[in-house]
């Protein structure tokens, strides 16, 4: 599924949904199968409007019908919709979403306020977020999959500010870089850690 067909299924997804009406329709439903003119009456809403809904919900395959006598009964698909939910609604395909949102807006207005333009911190940030994002540019500064003496960690720290140790603790406290006990080496943790602590980010802090 391409971003558009899957960003325009998940719209009808909760359009379908949407509706305060709808979702007792689904309610309704999911206790057991019902004409229109019982929803109707249960709803206290016409039949046209009952059967309008019931199309909205069919669009998107979350209910059927089937002749029952004169009438047709509508059943809420339970495999359509728990299907639907594990496919629209994953947590791989919910990120494509945002996949043309410039992400990194943030942190280059922060940089942007705090740095000086040879790259020098101004001055420690008091809202954790900013600083954090600070450091997320530092960290750039290390190379993937090398490992650094404290030395080393310091002499590049210090391109950015004379308190080499506060970017070194806090870069270890945050999750980007990591070190051995005791006194041993640094290294800079990239993927998975990094997305944890935009996730943790708290906003207004």
Do not use: C
């Not at 109707?40 to 809403?45: K, P, Q, T, V, Y």
Request: proline content about 2%; overall charge neutral; aromatic content about 8%.
């Amino acid at each position: 599924m391409n971003e558009n067909s899957y960003v325009e299924e998940l719209l009808a997804f909760f359009k379908a949904l949407s509706d305060p009406n709808r979702l007792k329709i689904v309610a309704l439903l999911a206790k057991e199968a019902l004409s229109v003119e019982q929803l109707a009456e249960i709803l206290g809403l016409s039949s046209s409007t009952v059967s309008h809904h019931l199309s909205r919900l069919a669009k998107v395959k979350l209910v059927d019908a089937r002749a029952e006598g004169y009438y047709s009964v509508y059943q809420l698909r339970f495999d359509a919709l728990k299907e639907m939910a594990q496919r629209v609604l994953s947590q791989e395909m919910l990120p494509t979403v945002a996949a043309a949102v410039d992400a990194d807006a943030y942190d280059r207005k922060v940089l942007k306020t705090f740095l000086s333009p040879d790259g020098r911190l101004l001055a420690f940030p008091a809202q954790q977020k900013k600083e954090q994002a600070i450091l997320r540019h530092i960290n750039q500064a290390f190379e993937r999959n090398r490992r650094y003496s404290e030395k080393e960690v310091n002499e590049i720290l210090l391109r950015f500010s004379d308190d080499s140790a506060r970017l070194r603790r806090n870069l270890v406290e945050y999750g980007l870089m990591a070190r051995e006990g005791g006194g041993g080496a640094y290294w800079r943790v990239d993927g998975d850690s990094q997305a944890e602590l935009r996730k943790e980010e708290l906003p207004g802090e």
